[in-house]
């Protein structure tokens, strides 16, 4: 991340994606992974996310794809680029991205990020 006094850029070109899982990946934007932080993450094409909960509530902005937000009672919901999405702590639901191509989104949380399964 480049920083000049009041301001911080991170090109896209300077993101560090690690691997989270199996076809999801992981780049810090801002914050402390312990704490309060922003990050990007992308999803390959067809990747499916099981039944999870997080602990803290999320909030993000698909910047491409189409992200499938699943609901514990089955509904889903396509978002496609330029959407929001907020899930409150606690709130069991599944993630996926479509077949026809990556999805990149952006997500803050105001704790450590996790992911809980329901068994």
Same mark, same amino acid.
């Given at each position: 991340? &480049? ?6 850029? &991170? ?39 099981? #039944? ?7 909030? &993000? ?5 189409? &992200? ?40 803050? #949380? ?10």
């Amino acid at each position: 991340m &480049l920083e000049t006094k009041n301001t911080e850029l &991170l090109a896209a070109g300077a993101m560090k994606f690690t691997q989270i899982m199996p076809g999801a990946y992981h780049a810090q934007a801002w914050g402390n992974p312990e704490g309060e932080h922003g990050s990007f993450i992308k999803l390959k094409a067809g990747f499916k996310a099981p #039944l999870h909960t997080h602990t803290h509530d999320v909030k &993000l902005v698909i910047i491409s794809g189409t &992200l499938i937000h699943g609901e514990h009672y089955g509904s889903e919901t396509r978002l496609p680029s330029g959407s929001y999405c907020f899930i409150p702590g606690g709130a069991r639901h599944t993630t996926a991205c479509t077949r026809d191509s990556d999805c990149l989104f952006y997500e803050e #949380l105001p704790g450590k990020f996790d992911l809980n399964l329901i068994r």
